[in-house]
């Protein structure tokens, strides 16, 4: 075989089509892979459409093999304020996909290093987002079923190549996995729930299509007292929110969206969605207008989507020990057991093994850990001290 491995900008539509495709060919054969879609992908690298542009920049290449034949693909990304958010300036990689060949793979690492290098960045995280966590980030490791919505999914060999070359593993990334069968739960979550439900000052809402803007103000005031508060995590803002619900319009069923309430207070929300997967795996990476309406037709009537992704879960610190959580699981138990609502699986994405109260709350449902992804960190400084993720 003839190697000679070059590295190729992707700077206009023909390569944006290799790099988008690339993947296509390696997967053939694995029935888990699902294509994520292009519009998904493109918009992260669109400077119009992604606003990290504003502070940072990006670049992508595609990896050409002696007969110019795809056989990788890598980005490389960085925004200007990485400095207060690690000890050294820390730029990202992404999309990284590629042969079962080291060789190759250090090709696209070296060159993702000297241009993040250039740009003042001291490390690598990888691989990751050019945009927030929820999507696209971690290097599956164990757990190799179907992916969820926009997360990655590669195979077992990608952990050897980013090893190979010096990455060290950050943090894990979790996802637990819970079957939605009526009774299954922790009988604790029925006693304190079931009490909670009691007191009038608390109340439990499915969301309303008609009124979205009053819980997107409520989700706005629950992330900030809830979440803003750990390091690295910035305040949302009404029009990001309304940006995130817009978004969500397509596919969202106000069933499995709870929120909670003290006296009117909004002190907690459970943020679940259809696992769209399920359905546009069928549609080769397009969105067009015509898998719109497939899209939409699929989960509202067909319901063809059996799973459902928690996104986002919490309560207010002051009510974190008053069994809100109990509440909000026993209402969305009491939808799981409605006859036209047919989801079996709950699986929740994104449970970092640096937030150990996140899992115990997570295990305390009945969920196990159903796939783990690695965040590897590379130090440019090969001689510093390599430390992993903080616990918070």
């Given at each position: ?147 969820n919505y926009n997360m990655f999914y590669n195979y077992k060999y990608y952990n050897d190549l ?18 939605l069968i009526p009774d299954k739960m922790n009988p604790v979550i029925y006693e304190r729930g ?97 898998n719109k309406l497939r899209l939409v037709y699929n989960l509202r009537i067909r319901k063809v ?88």
């Amino acid at each position: 075989m003839n190697k000679n491995y070059h590295l190729v900008e992707v700077t206009n539509r023909k390569l944006v089509r290799i790099f988008l495709e690339m993947p296509v060919s390696l997967y053939k054969n694995d029935k888990n892979w699902i294509r994520p879609l292009d519009d998904d992908i493109e918009k992260i690298f669109s400077p119009e459409r992604n606003k990290l542009f504003r502070k940072g920049e990006a670049i992508r290449w595609v990896l050409l093999n002696g007969r110019n034949k795809p056989v990788g693909r890598i980005a490389a990304f960085y925004t200007k304020d990485e400095k207060g958010k690690n000890e050294q300036p820390t730029g990202g990689i992404g999309f990284f996909d590629c042969i079962n060949d080291q060789e190759a793979a250090d090709t696209m690492f070296d060159a993702a290093k000297e241009w993040l290098k250039s740009k003042g960045m001291e490390a690598i995280d990888g691989p990751i987002n050019f945009g927030s966590r929820e999507m696209f980030w971690g290097c599956l490791y164990d757990g190799f079923y179907e992916p969820n919505y926009n997360m990655f999914y590669n195979y077992k060999y990608y952990n050897d190549l980013f090893e190979g070359y010096g990455f060290k593993n950050y943090f894990n990334q979790y996802t637990f996995h819970t079957d939605l069968i009526p009774d299954k739960m922790n009988p604790v979550i029925y006693e304190r729930g079931a009490e909670i439900r009691k007191n009038n000052n608390f109340t439990f809402k499915n969301i309303e299509r008609k009124n979205l803007d009053k819980y997107e103000e409520d989700f706005v005031t629950i992330f900030n007292e809830t979440w803003a508060r750990f390091p690295g995590v910035k305040p949302l803002t009404k029009q990001q929110t309304v940006k995130m619900f817009d978004k969500m319009k397509i596919i969202l069923d106000p069933r499995v969206m709870i929120f909670a309430y003290y006296k009117e207070r909004p002190i907690g929300f459970f943020i679940m969605i259809p696992d769209i997967y399920q359905v546009t795996k069928h549609f080769n990476g397009r969105f067009h207008f015509i898998n719109k309406l497939r899209l939409v037709y699929n989960l509202r009537i067909r319901k063809v989507s059996r799973k459902v992704i928690g996104l986002i879960f919490g309560v207010v610190p002051e009510f974190q020990n008053k069994s809100v959580a109990d509440g909000m699981i026993l209402l969305f138990e009491d939808e799981v057991r409605q006859p036209d609502l047919k989801y079996t699986d709950l699986e929740m994405n994104w449970i970092g093994d640096f937030n150990p109260k996140m899992i115990k709350l997570i295990e305390y449902l009945g969920a196990k850990v159903y796939k783990t992804h690695i965040t590897y960190r590379y130090l440019f400084d090969r001689h510093k001290k390599f430390e992993r993720a903080a616990t918070i």
